[in-house]
Structures are given as structure tokens and as C-alpha cells.
């Protein structure tokens, strides 16, 4: 139940990022600004949605989910009614803003509330719920996209922001923690039996090394939700009629439903695998075929069956990494500070954020898209290697470690008895 109500939450929450690019152009048209200063809004959302994380996972082991998500609900709704009113950049920036406000905090809820629940399924709990958020908006795509072209974007943000914030608003109070009785320890997964504080935790190698692979990864994935729309365009595909004999759709809106899908199939689909073959070798293979993935889309983009494929295949690669390094940060520093250790880590997607402009303007300055996706695609790359290389031996060390240090901790608590 609790993994069902968090998935629905995910869903309610998805559209505040990953239909945002279905709006750019549409903005982009009607006020006349330049594409680059249209998404510093997406930039914005995604820095206070990953900025405070920490702080939320503060309030999350105070309050509990339920405020928590009921919170965040109230300011997804208000976040696009801000944008269907907006006129200046300025307006779509505080929408951008106080939408992160909330996406943060449901987010952040529903996967620190995943990763207690389930210490023996971390991987495949955690993907489930996170892959609400990834595949959320893909029923939406169409009817967005749709009500777009009808009524306009203003109404389009008015009418699915009062919609997503009420639905997530009445599953809020559905939702609790395990008390303690109800779960233990995992004796099947590789994980620690000792519970780190969070200046703990960022005084390993392991965490430091977690949020370098971390950023290497998301920045591709976060450069692909945000100018999906605006690549299509480009590369002259956006329009173009794809006929699957029963339904003929334009590239970009099928392309967007099908990555949406795609991406929410990873986080369960590499979580459960992960549960069974470790983190490290998952991450092996999901950051090699994302980097592959994203080379290819530089350089068969221009076909409109290759686009819709690659970019399919680079969604399915990418999803993962929120499912993937939750459980691993679950399974290196336990549950106990679980929330704010992860909203730590979690600023990674951040700082992976603050290149979605700056791909905008190597583009412009190179001419191409193929520039800036060869670069996140060497990123992706590179943490494939450092995940097999030294993520798998930092990773085995760090729980010896702190199995032992859990170990002597509990003989430290046991009376001494006195002998004769």
C-alpha cells in the first residue's frame, strides 16, 4: 500500500519537469525571448528542488510523510497556476521556484519512505517509486500537448496544476513510516549494519565518489528532458509524421510519451536487477549503454525513427540513477539519516542542472547538438568506469568497516557480567 501511494504522488508530481519542455516553445513564441533565458526557469526548479533536499529530509524525520507531501502538493498546484498567469520571465522563474518547493519535498518523502520499508528490496522499492515520477507524465503528454493546441498554454498550466496538486494532496494522508517492529536489517543484500549521521557519511571516500558519478550521469539525462523539444526542432524532426499504422503522430509528442515510459520501466527494471547482481555492476551497464545511447542520438538524430529509438534508449539508461544510488546510499549509511544523507547526495542533480544552458549556448556557439551530446556522453562513460574500477572496492572496504564498527558498538552495549 505504502509503495502504491507513493507511486501515485510520483505521478502527480512528474509534469512539473518533464512536461516543461512541451512549454518552451509555445513561450517561447508568444513573448518573443530568447530559448536560453526561457530555461533558466527549468534551471531554477531543478536547483531548489535538489538545494533543499537536506533540509527537507530534516523535516521528513520530524514531521513524517504525510505533512510533508501534503506540503509539497499545496505548492505543485500553485507553481503552474503562477505560470498560466506570468508575463515576465521573472513570473515563470518564481513558478520554477516554488515548484521545485514542492516537488522536493514529495520526491524526497516518498523515496526516503521506499528505502525504509523494503531493506531487502531496496532496489526494485525504490525504483517502483521513483519510476512514478519518471513514467508519470506519459498518459498526460498527449492530453497536454493536446490542450495546448486548443486552449492555449496559460490554461493548460491553470487547469493540470489545479488537477496534479489535488490528487497528490488526498493521497498525502495515506502515507506513514515502519515503526521499528516492522523491519530489520537485510542478511541478503550488501549493506552496512551500522547508521551514519551525515557528517559520517561525508567524511567517507565512498559518499564523495557516489556524488561524482552522480553528477557525471544526471547531466546528460537532465540536458535531454529539458531540450528533447528544442533538439527535435533542430535537428528537423519535431513535426515530422510517424505512421504506426494504427495512429500517425508527430515525432516529438510520441518520442515524449515513449521516453516517459521508457524511463519509468528503468528505475523498477535496474532496481531489481541491482538487488540481485549489486549496484556497481547495474551501474556498469546502464551508464555504458546511456553513453553509447546518447552518441548514436548525436549522430543518426536526423532520422526521425532513429530519434524516436535512441532517444528511447537513452531515457531507459538514464531513469535508473535515482533508483540506483537512493538504494546504494541506503545500503552504505543506513536508514536512520537516510533522508538527509540522500538530499546531500541528491544536490549532485544540481549542479547537473546548472548545464542545461550552457549546452544551449555551446550549441549556438558550435552549431550543432552533437558537440554537447558527445560531452555528456564521455561523462557517462567515465562513471561506467569508475563504477567498476573503484566504486566496487571503496564500496566492499566501507561496509567491512562499518560492520565491524556496528559490531564492536554492540558489544560495548552489552553488560558485563562479573565472574568468580
Known sequence: MQIGIGVICMVATANIQYAWTLFVPEIQQTFGWERASIQVAFTIFVLVQTW????????IDKYGPRFMVATGAVFIGAAWVVNSYATSLMGFYVGAAVGGVGVGCIYATCINNALKWFPDRRGLAVGLTAGGYGAGSAATILPIAAMIESSGFQETFFFFGLLQ????????????SPEKAEVKVS???????KDYTLKEAMGTKLFWLMFLMFICVVTGGMMAVAQLGVIAQDLGVKNFSVNLYFVTMAALPLALMLDRIM????????????DNIGREKTMLI???????????????????????ILSGVVFLAWGEVYSLFSALAGDAFGTKHIG????????????????????NLLMEATGTWATVLYTVAAMDLFAAFLAIVALRPILAAHVKRSTIQAKDDEGADRPVLATA
Open 165 to 176: 496538486g489535488g490528487l497528490a494532496f488526498l493521497a498525502a494522508w495515506f502515507l506513514r
Open 187 to 193: 542478511d541478503k543484500v550488501f549493506q552496512t549494519r
Open 340 to 359: 538527509k544523507i540522500y538530499g546531500v547526495l541528491y544536490c549532485a542533480k544540481g549542479i547537473g542542472a546548472l548545464f542545461v544552458p550552457v549546452g
Open 52 to 59: 533543499l533536499t537536506p533540509i527537507e529530509g530534516y523535516f
Open 286 to 308: 546502464a551508464f555504458t549503454l546511456e553513453g553509447l545511447g546518447i552518441i548514436a542520438l548525436g549522430y543518426f538524430g536526423h532520422n526521425p525513427y532513429a530519434f524516436l
Open 263 to 274: 524511463n519509468g520501466v528503468s528505475r523498477p527494471l535496474f532496481g531489481w536487477i541491482s
